[in-house]
């Protein structure tokens, strides 16, 4: 199989070079052509410049390793360019597969990979020199380059010609996430430790991907996606710079490279990466020095945005997606290096491959059938657009202002966090509200029923035998290995954490020696100690209660018949880290006067349990966005059981597919929540009357 490799090192390897397009070829002529063929074809007549296509990719990941290396070599063979490696929560979060905040959570949003047998398997027949490889991986990001770089090795790779990213953006993780490990201070030592690695041993790497996307899907508006982007560059870059020679800092200036979010709001979103790129150009100028142009250059990714998939009339996000994919490919000046589109059905469940096939073909149609490619900047000199831009620019430099004044992105963690908070329930009063669209949501909701989503294949399920036999696997492996070196290496690697040495090393040697995901986990664990970020959620009430009158004197009726306030409480079981609804649910339960207790996300069932005994809330809401919902909230119930705390109602939240809507319903779940049920008052008023006395009576 021949894989196709860009011409530029990093993630990004697709630039903006230019080559000879072919006017006289048949069809059959050009599809032989390959990348490394095309700027040597000319034709006599007339030759028209062309830019190179972005690098197309899936985001993708499942069950084991071996089924995700069976779906990458299928994408590969359809035309993908690289490939972007979606991890599980586990792994994300440094835990084995077997550990007990690990149940329910294998193989669920992504691929586990426990050890270096796991990464062997997940690129089997993929020659790693040949490709690009994005790994969305942050808190666990050198542990996770290490097994790649020791999977590359045993391939006979060169390993300074590896090319890819890890994403290792922490900050984003305390803010949007939530899949950190440590706190801030020592994540940040990891990222440069990385960077600073990668600038002696992967030149061709990019150490780091700074994630705005995430800031999007928890309700960043533009200004805050380009300003808190930025402000964690340059809080990286700060701390790189004394861990590189002062002449190769320009270098490393040019691998940051980022990963941005498109929403639907075309225009906008276009003008917003004109903005990054002005303002990234004009950092790395005033604030660094970087005189050469090449390194001054913003370099992004972009997944299109998912926040905006609907489960009503999911056949329109279809449309949603190509727009979405418009506004960071039309423009060349600000021009995507790398896209990858979600599929339509996200909202419902996991796509099939036919599904991501479909969103690949909509990036190969952009690229190949049309004409995109061809022109100049299709927006240089517009008013409209250099209005829009500068507008963008003021707000971003004046959050910029506010973050420097705080003493930088670290410190600025929790400000930033409330923000993005009341940001996000700005946008869903809008939705509930009216006053913004969404086709078939709120506007437009009589339709046909789409066929598209009928049958018991509809969407793709997850193995349900695949947890025991990662853990079973994960256990042979531990049996097989060489556990005197396995802990030597481990000592290494925590005496390099505690003392200040560059983490790489030792953690390379770690994943030769055969340590798990878990055991280097907890090694960073002992060395820096846990963290709690952040929820963002104030206790006082926001301003947004104009329209909550009714159901505050509800709240008050129904708390005077408890004889005490009506208490709430939110729980995020499992290592789930997207905490966007559970805090706004919590937010618009404190604004309708109740009592509320939220204390964040990862805890155990038993930890939530424990805290329902000793708090005793009305109503008890569960947040489960990875799939998980089942395991976790039967061992919920089954532990509230134990304590005789069965009489307190719970509801659910989530991406929950209507057969398990149902066994939940069965288990004695109240109420059960999926994105559809945006209107979250009717939430609000489900939740008053589940604690009210009298209806409890009545029924």
């Not at 789409?450 to 018991?456: A, I, K, M």
């Amino acid at each position: 199989m021949e894989l196709a490799q860009g011409s530029e090192p990093g993630d990004f390897a697709a630039t903006h070079g230019e080559y000879a397009a072919v006017r006289r070829l048949t069809a059959i002529d050009y599809c032989r052509l390959t990348p490394a063929t095309l700027p040597f074809i000319t034709d006599e007549a007339e030759t028209v410049t062309k830019d190179k296509p972005w690098l197309f990719r899936t985001y993708a990941g499942h069950s084991t390793a071996k089924a995700s290396n069976a779906l990458y070599r299928g994408n590969l063979a359809k035309g993908q360019t690289g490939l972007s490696v979606a991890f599980d929560l586990p792994t994300q979060t440094g835990y084995d597969s077997d550990h007990v905040l690990s149940a329910g959570e294998v193989g669920k949003v992504g691929v586990p990979v426990a050890h270096l047998g796991d990464m062997r398997a997940l690129f089997n027949d993929i020659p790693l020199d040949q490709m690009n490889t994005s790994m969305t991986i942050n808190a666990t990001a050198p542990w996770l380059l290490a097994l790649y770089i020791a999977v590359a090795e045993e391939q006979g790779a060169d390993v300074s010609q590896l090319q890819g990213t890890v994403q290792n953006d922490i900050i984003k993780e305390y803010l949007s996430r939530g899949t950190y490990i440590c706190p801030p201070k020592p994540s940040l030592r990891m990222i440069t430790d990385v960077a600073a690695y990668t600038r002696q041993h992967l030149p061709k790497w990019n150490p780091m991907n700074v994630c705005s996307y995430h800031l999007q899907e928890a309700g960043a508006t533009p200004e805050q996606e380009l300003a808190f982007a930025l402000a964690t560059a340059t809080a990286v870059l700060d701390d790189l710079k004394g861990k590189v020679a002062p002449e190769d800092f320009p270098k490393m200036v040019g691998r940051i490279s980022f990963f941005v979010n498109a929403g639907i709001r075309f225009v906008t979103e276009m003008c917003k990466m004109r903005a990054f790129t002005d303002l990234w150009d004009e950092i790395c100028r005033d604030r660094y020095g970087v005189e050469d142009e090449r390194y001054r250059r913003f370099r992004y990714g972009v997944q299109v945005n998912s926040l905006g998939l609907t489960e009503q009339q999911p056949e329109n996000n279809v449309y949603r997606i190509l727009i979405e994919m418009l506004a960071v490919t039309l423009s060349k000046k600000a021009r995507a290096r790398a896209v990858q589109l979600p599929a339509w059905n996200e909202a419902l469940g996991l796509p099939r491959p036919w599904d991501q096939q479909w969103s690949l073909r909509m990036q190969q149609i952009m690229a190949y059938e049309t004409d995109l490619l061809e022109y100049d900047d299709l927006f240089d000199g517009n008013p409209a657009v250099e209005r829009k831009v500068a507008e963008l620019k003021e707000g971003a430099r004046a959050e910029l202002a506010t973050i420097d004044a705080m003493g930088g992105a670290v410190d600025a963690i929790e400000y930033m966090k409330s923000r993005l908070v009341e940001a996000n329930a700005e946008r869903i009063a809008g939705i509930e509200g009216g006053e913004t669209t969404v086709i078939g949501v709120n506007r437009y909701e009589t339709g046909e029923p789409s066929p598209l989503t009928s049958g018991p294949d509809a969407i793709m399920v997850a193995d349900k035998d695949a947890e025991a036999d990662q853990i079973a696997r994960l256990h042979a492996w531990r049996a097989s290995r060489d556990d005197a070196a396995v802990q030597a290496a481990l000592e290494d690697l925590r005496a390099a954490a505690r003392d200040g040495a560059n983490i790489m090393p030792p953690s390379i040697a770690a994943a030769r020696a055969g340590a798990t995901t878990g055991e280097w986990g907890d090694m960073i664990r002992a060395a820096f100690g846990q963290y709690r970020g952040p929820t963002g959620v104030s206790a006082a009430p926001s301003n947004r209660v104009q329209d909550l009158d009714e159901i505050r004197a509800r709240v008050d009726t129904v708390s005077a018949r408890l004889g005490t306030r009506l208490k709430f409480m939110m729980g995020k079981p499992g290592l789930d880290g997207h905490s966007n609804g559970a805090e706004q649910i919590a937010a618009r339960a404190r604004d309708c006067g109740m009592a509320i207790s939220y204390e964040g996300i990862r805890l155990t069932p038993s930890e939530i349990v424990a805290r329902l005994e000793e708090e005793r809330p009305h109503v008890l809401g569960l947040s489960i966005l990875s799939g998980s919902h089942i395991p976790l909230v039967t061992e919920i119930l089954r532990l509230m059981g134990e304590r005789e705390l069965g009489h307190i109602p719970v509801v659910v939240g989530g991406i929950i597919p209507d057969p398990d809507a149902q066994a939940l319903r069965a288990a004695g779940i109240a109420r059960v929540y999926t994105p559809k049920d945006f209107r979250m008052n009717t939430i609000m008023t489900d939740i008053v009357a589940l604690a009210d006395p009298q209806s409890v009576a009545a029924q």
